[in-house]
């Protein structure tokens, strides 16, 4: 009897396309076919997410300033907007940068980029987060979005840690059983789904040139380390790439 309960509690799952949000039921990484993640375009990582970013989920990008959050933050929006999807940004401080997205080569007609206040006054960071968490519901409510991030990287951590933790359950709730790679771009982690991944960052820069006078900066080592709780230890990489925050 408890098999029988079990498979019609899967089929009605797989009925509603929620059979990927039990960490049960999600297929090993070494089996994730490309319908069900969000690859980065960085064959290294992609590589140690065995294909990218797990769709239906809620996942992390997570490191301080210059760790590379936004070269891998917009390397995702690059790869999805080649593939023909509609991406969303929501920038909550207005931080990113209109060049680097366009040196991303990310498709701008396949882009929505709604922008919040910037370097609000510390009385007005809470406003500015709770704007941008009310246009990242909208956003999700609409559908259509193959890939939707969430730019909180420059909020402070300890506004961050005032908001209850039901704020970050009812937007794994809302991405949970869709083809929408959502993700939260943050200083520390902060929150992920049962099957979403954390991508702790931290960069070295990479230099050219000989002298002092004539070194530049050349691009950026990023060292990605991967939590899943589809994988029994932690993994890790390092990617080159060019410069970014």
């Keep these: ?12 799952l797989r009925e509603k396309k929620l059979d990927r949000t039990l960490t049960t039921a999600l ?3 070494d089996r994730a076919d490309a319908s069900s993640v969000s690859a980065t375009g960085m064959a290294d990582l992609d590589a ?3 294909g990218g970013v797990p769709r239906g989920h809620l996942s992390e990008i997570a490191g301080p300033c210059s760790s590379g959050r936004t070269t891998l ?29 366009a040196a991303a080569d990310v498709d701008s007609d396949r882009l ?3 922008r919040g206040d910037a370097a609000p006054a510390p009385p007005l960071v809470d406003r500015a987060i709770d704007r941008a968490l009310k246009a990242v519901t909208l956003v999700l409510q609409a559908g259509g979005f193959g890939l939707v991030a969430l730019d909180l990287a ?29 993700v939260l771009v943050v200083p520390q982690p902060v929150a992920r789904s049962a099957g979403g991944v954390t991508l702790t960052l931290g960069a070295t820069a990479a230099w050219a040139g000989d002298s002092e006078w004539s070194r530049r900066l050349e691009g950026l080592e990023i060292d ?20 970014g925050g």
């Design 48 to 50: 140690c997410l065995r």
């Design 224 to 243: 990605a380390r991967v939590v899943s709780p589809r994988r029994t230890v932690e993994g890790g990489v390092r990617v080159r790439c060019g410069t």
């Design 1 to 12: 009897m408890a098999n029988l309960a079990l498979a019609a509690l899967h089929s009605a």
């Design 73 to 101: 933050l917009l390397a995702l929006v690059a790869a999805a907007t080649r593939r023909g999807e509609i991406a969303a940004i929501v920038d909550a401080f207005d931080t990113l940068d209109a060049g680097s997205v």
């Design 154 to 182: 420059d909020a402070p951590p300890v506004a961050l840690k005032r908001l209850p933790f039901t704020t970050w359950l009812r937007l794994q709730r809302m991405v949970e059983g869709r083809e929408t790679a959502c």
């Design 27 to 29: 297929p090993p990484l």
């Design 112 to 114: 929505l980029w709604v």
